[in-house]
């Protein structure tokens, strides 16, 4: 079975996700607490560059993969990421991973393409107190954020909330319910609100916060940077200053079907169970 066939049936039987992943850029003008790349403002940018990035999701239709997301740092931080996430969100759906502090006027015009697409904005929000939320992510986060998600919005671009918790399942059921007033309040239905763990990767480490995940705990979502081929967003985490390898699947990105070859390989010889598994989503 050729690879193109192969990839393409392993997505319909959903031993791989189908969203092919793009970790855009390392650096960001935040430094969260629980960062899985210790993104920051000073760190390695290690960006993956447009013309790769267009050309590796070229390939990607063509394998049978059906989707995109992009990531890092934060996105949105390179000027020319509105246009790149419109160019990809014209040929499969896409999601782009944001904090949502840098959407200003200029950037928000720049985005209004996307309302027409099958595009959604996933900003992080943690915690329903400004003060808490703030803790986690930096100074002003919460109100910043607060005041994009709207705007997003009126502008008909598709918008989801991404909370991310130490313990999701040791929420306190009020503080939920209170976020979740907050983004139902500002447009955001349930369906398009993400709760998952912190994952003790990257800064988390240095934090001692989040759960431990390896391949077994991980859903396979090929994850492409400037470095290689991961075999899932979660995997190509900074501690220290470098580049964790463990969950590296392929030295190389091109042809992209090497890297998706590896990652099925991989993938096949998971134990079932996979329902419970770590993903992005």
């Not at 400037?226 to 220290?240: D, I, K, M, N």
């Not at 990652?263 to 996979?274: I, K, N, S, T, V």
Request: contains cysteine; glycine residues 8%.
């Amino acid at each position: 079975m050729d690879s193109m066939s192969a990839l393409a049936d392993a997505v319909s039987a959903g031993t791989v996700n189908g969203r092919l992943w793009f970790y855009s850029n390392y650096h960001c003008n935040l430094q969260c607490s629980y960062c899985l790349t210790e993104s920051g403002p000073l760190v390695k940018r290690r960006e993956f560059g447009r013309d790769a990035i267009l050309a590796r999701a070229a390939e990607a239709q063509e394998l049978g993969f059906t989707g995109f997301g992009m990531t890092g740092g934060e996105p949105f931080i390179r000027d020319d990421m509105p246009q790149l996430v419109a160019e990809l969100g014209s040929e499969l759906p896409t999601i782009v991973l944001s904090n949502g502090t840098l959407l200003n006027e200029r950037r928000l015009r720049e985005l209004e393409p996307l309302a027409d697409l099958p595009v959604h904005v996933q900003i992080s929000l943690d915690r329903p107190d400004p003060v808490e939320n703030d803790d986690m992510r930096g100074p002003e986060n919460f109100r910043k954020v607060m005041e994009a998600i709207p705007k997003l919005v009126e502008r008909g671009i598709g918008v989801r909330i991404a909370t991310t918790l130490p313990d999701p399942d040791a929420v306190d059921p009020e503080e939920r319910e209170r976020l979740c007033e907050l983004h139902r309040a500002m447009g955001i239905p349930d369906e398009d609100h993400v709760v998952r763990p912190i994952v003790n990767r990257g800064r988390a480490v240095t934090n001692a916060m989040g759960v431990l995940a390896g391949f077994e705990q991980l859903e396979p979502e090929l994850t492409l940077t400037a470095e290689g081929a991961f075999y899932s967003p979660f995997g190509p985490t900074v501690r220290g200053g470098r580049l964790d390898t463990d969950l590296l699947v392929s030295r190389t990105t091109r042809p992209l079907s090497e890297p998706a070859t590896a990652l099925l390989r991989l993938a096949e010889q998971m134990p079932e169970g996979d329902d419970a598994r770590i993903g992005i989503r």
